[in-house]
């Protein structure tokens, strides 16, 4: 960079260069011999590190394999699980025809009996379908007249049973169910076990409990709930209760004869409890209760109203409040159900009654006031979270909350309610709201 | 003589005897994993990336690490080299190759530390006295500043006299880029020197008038 004809103040650059390029020196040998020790040594270490690199991904890619495996094993394994055998079954007294249409080839009925262990008997005179057999489950349908079912127990599998407009979810039990379609009546007597009966029904889907006998009729929008003695025979199917004919006396009478709703109780015709009660009525003056479970509503609004309501909220006994909020309920008298309730609340703080009157004023208050009947949803379900009612109060706070707040307010409590109650009455609702199929 | 590099145990293998191959042996050998291969490339090619190194950066322990990482990596990618007689191009271009990376990781450094590092000046043997070493520091500290292209393109052409197509070749970037680089550099280096009042009072004596 010394160079004669170059600018005077690149001199200094030059200079400087010179002196950086002529300062250093050629390596000797012995620099060199070290610096190949150095060499082989960093070329050992560095296969060494690529060594247990190699070793570290193969044993993480080991590792990754056999995770995917365990899942692949489990998910065939859960998949066997859920592979139900196929369900066979056989015909008796006469024989399915193309639609599952069961034709009987006597005057006996035709019987089917399940592999599983499930019967289903169809009335001489009762036209149905076989709906649907496959490892979801079953589906019949009852076209006309009576049919009994004596379902098997399964987690696996859901039966279901169509009679007309109603369906009837079956979660193993024995029950025989009727339709008569020129009269729209519908009646179900369940014996043991447990169904949900869906349809035109006033207030939603209905729970039956062994022992309860459910009669709709349609045209009368009357739908009537009457408890059984669970040993009772059984009642022959679309046979009106008034024609039951003489039945032993119970024992002992239910304390809360039943529940029943209905928009004109008062001219339903009593069942076969109905008139075991009438029958006692010779002897003593029926209870509130009694006259509940005959459908004399009004009897007993008004004798409440002869002694005085305010006195008989104050001095009737915790039964006959009861008995009075259900008369009042049934009669649309939300003002005085919903006293008696409170009634209740008051006076017979710490029973079981008084639990379930809170979920009963949520009822009451829905048809008035949603939020506040949300709220006394919330006091039951905090208050009595494994209660009669807690599926039911779960499955109301569900949707008034999806009324009142929206849907993603609601799908959280939808997603409680499927951990809760997976097969409740509310499920559809419940997965509809969590976008499950 | 022939086991694979991957199969050898390691020892130092510097046999004078094979330091008369040519390069296109050497390049064959290194492709075939020979094991003398090794050591007579480092002794042929080691000098020249080691001064080099110590010229571009300062600093001989440097250079050093430098070097052994170059001929790691000429080690590893000998099989890809083609054209066989091109060994010493092959060396010089990974040479330059981690010059660059090491001026910009040193840039790099420079940026994300709070104070500038003073230059190190670190030369081999040969004994520089006080004043040069002085000067020398300044110097590099300049060259510090520079850009990383900027000092590569310095260093290949300033204190390892190459040809501007030769730094063109072997830094893969063309010839007007590398004219452009080198006047910035010697531009910027210039003004820095004039108004440097250490070297300014340094090249104002006669002694530098040369």
């Known amino acids: 960079m010394t160079r004669s004809n170059e600018p005077k103040e690149v001199r200094p650059l030059s200079a400087l260069t010179k002196l950086a390029r002529d300062s250093v020196t050629r390596p000797t040998s012995a620099d060199l011999d070290r610096g190949l020790t150095l060499l082989f040594a960093r070329a050992t270490a ?39 055998p196929a369900v066979a079954y056989r015909v008796e007294g006469g024989s399915v025809l193309a639609g599952g249409y069961l034709r009987d080839s006597g005057d006996d009925g035709v019987r089917l009996i399940f592999s599983e262990g499930t019967r289903v008997e169809l009335m001489p005179g009762a036209r149905g379908r076989l709906r649907s057999v496959d490892q979801e489950g079953t589906r019949v349908v009852l076209d006309q007249g009576s049919a009994s079912f004596d379902v098997a127990r399964s987690h ?28 729209e009546r519908f009646e179900l007597t369940l014996r043991h076990g447990s169904v949900v009966v869906s349809g035109p029904i006033v207030n939603g889907d209905i729970e039956l409990r062994a022992g309860q006998r459910l009669v709709v009729s349609l045209p009368r929008a009357e739908t009537l709930i009457t408890e059984e003695p ?9 046979t009106p209760p008034s024609l039951t004919g003489p039945d032993p006396e119970p024992e002992n009478q239910p304390s809360r004869a039943g529940s029943a709703t209905a928009s004109d109780p008062a001219q339903s015709p009593p069942s076969a409890t109905a008139r075991r009660i009438e029958a006692n009525q010779v002897e003593r003056k029926p209870s509130w209760a009694q006259h509940l479970a005959l459908g ?118 939808a997603e409680e309610y499927l951990r809760r109650f997976p097969k409740g009455s509310y499920a559809g609702a419940a997965r509809a709201l969590c976008g499950e199929p | 003589m022939s086991k694979r590099l991957s199969q050898v145990s390691l020892s130092l ?29 480092w002794h042929r090619f080691a000098p020249m990336v080691l001064s080099m190194a110590e010229r571009a950066l300062g600093s001989r322990s440097d250079a050093e690490d430098l070097a052994q990482d170059v001929f790691l990596s000429i080690f590893q990618k000998a099989k890809n080299l083609r054209e066989p007689e091109k060994l010493r191009s092959f060396v010089y271009s990974f040479a330059v190759f981690g010059l660059k990376s090491e001026l910009r990781r040193r840039k790099l450094r420079g940026w994300l530390s709070i104070l500038t590092p003073e230059a190190l000046l670190e ?79 340094v090249f104002d004596t006669q002694r530098w008038q040369r």
């Open chain 1, 230 to 238: 669970p040993n009772a025979p059984a009642v022959a199917p679309n």
């Open chain 2, 123 to 201: 030369f081999g043997q040969r004994s520089v006295d006080v004043e040069s070493r002085d000067l020398l520091r300044r110097f590099y500290a300049l060259l510090d500043r520079l850009s990383a292209r900027d000092r590569l393109v310095f260093s290949l052409r300033e204190l390892e006299s190459m040809t501007i197509e030769e730094i063109a070749e072997v830094m893969q970037i063309s010839v007007s880029t590398v004219k452009r680089s080198l006047a910035h550099a010697v531009a910027r280096l210039s003004h820095w020197i004039r108004t440097d009042p250490g070297l300014a009072e």
């Open chain 2, 13 to 41: 293998v510097a046999g004078t005897s094979c330091r008369d191959v040519s390069d296109v042996e050497l390049a064959q050998g290194l492709a075939a994993g020979e094991a003398w291969a090794i050591g007579v490339t």
């Open chain 1, 296 to 413: 004399h509503w009004d009897q007993i609004l008004e004798d409440a109203a002869r002694s005085g309501i305010d006195r008989t909220l104050e001095t009737a006994s915790s039964e006959d409040l009861f008995a009075l909020a259900d008369a009042a309920r049934y009669r649309r008298r939300t003002d005085l159900a919903s006293k008696a309730l409170l009634a209740q609340r008051r006076r017979f703080a710490g029973s079981a009654r008084s639990l379930d009157a809170l979920f009963l004023l949520g009822r009451v208050d829905e048809s008035r006031d949603r939020a506040r009947a949300l709220g006394w949803y919330e006091d039951y379900l905090q208050r009595a979270p494994r209660g009669t009612y807690a599926a039911e109060a779960w499955g109301r706070k569900m949707v008034l909350t999806h009324e009142l707040e929206g849907r993603a307010a609601a799908r959280p409590i």
């Open chain 1, 46 to 84: 560095r296969k060494a590190r690529a060594v247990k690199l190699i070793r570290w991904s193969l044993a993480g890619v080991l590792a990754a394999v056999c995770t995917l495996l365990g899942f692949h094993v489990a998910s065939v394994m859960r998949g066997r699980e859920r592979e139900q």
């Open chain 1, 156 to 183: 696996q599998r859901r039966w279901l049973v169509d009679a007309g407009p109603f369906s009837v979810a079956v979660k193993g039990t024995l029950f025989t169910v009727s339709w008569d379609p020129p009269t």
